[in-house]
């Protein structure tokens, strides 16, 4: 079912992750697929819709800077101040996870990626939802990904809950993913670019893949 982007449809999407069901959502960038993260059952849900690969671990959007102490341990004074510094907005940091996060959403790696989205509409959805939602792809592994809540329909005819319609997506990137678990390392190349994220670090050299010229 899809219903609009307004207070109902977010008190919708509220019951249906609080009852462990899956719905599509746009994101800052795509749309995307949210449970709750801490739902083992539904994390699993996600993975045999998608028919995703168990070694890739799931990404979170996160309503509120105070949400990173929920899946973040400790994260380190580099995190704080790319955090700062490019938050909200479309990177993904990558940290130590808190040791009680289900091993269905970290893939076994013992890291959690998580972004705070510089969109106001999709924080309060978040916050909503309980302060974190996945934000897996809305789409079936190797697919592009949906730009529409009819997209999202059209590859998950069953299994969702409920579809958030915020209309067509802006973004042509995705979001930059940058792993500062331990030395700073660019695991996706999205939005922020890599030359902002070398003059966000700066004497902390980062590896990763580089553009193609």
């Not at 902002?196 to 990763?208: A, I, K, Q």
Request: aromatic content about 4%; overall charge positive.
């Amino acid at each position: 079912m899809i219903v609009k982007d307004n207070q109902r449809g977010r008190e919708n999407a509220a019951r249906v992750i609080a009852n462990g069901g899956v719905i599509a959502f746009r994101t800052d960038t795509f749309y995307g697929l949210g449970v709750d993260p801490l739902n083992q059952k539904a994390v699993n849900a996600i993975r045999e819709l998608k028919g995703r690969e168990e070694a890739k671990p799931i990404l979170l959007l996160i309503s509120d800077v105070s949400e990173v102490a929920r899946f973040i341990a400790s994260p380190s004074a580099l995190f704080k101040a790319v955090a700062i510094h490019h938050w909200p907005g479309p990177i993904t940091l990558v940290g130590v996870a808190c040791p009680q996060l289900p091993e269905e959403l970290t893939a076994g790696t013992g890291t959690i990626g998580v972004r705070l989205p510089n969109d106001e509409n999709v924080r309060t959805l978040v916050r909503a939802c309980g302060g974190a939602l996945t934000a897996t792809s809305a789409n079936l592994s190797g697919s592009p990904p949906a730009r529409t809540a009819k997209d999202a329909e059209k590859y998950f005819p069953r299994g969702l809950g409920l579809i958030i319609d915020s209309g067509e997506v802006s973004a042509t990137q995705p979001s930059t993913v940058l792993d500062l678990s331990g030395k700073p390392r660019l695991i996706r190349a999205g939005i922020v670019t890599r030359e902002d994220l070398e003059r966000t670090l700066g004497p902390y050299s980062l590896t990763g893949p580089k553009p193609v010229r």
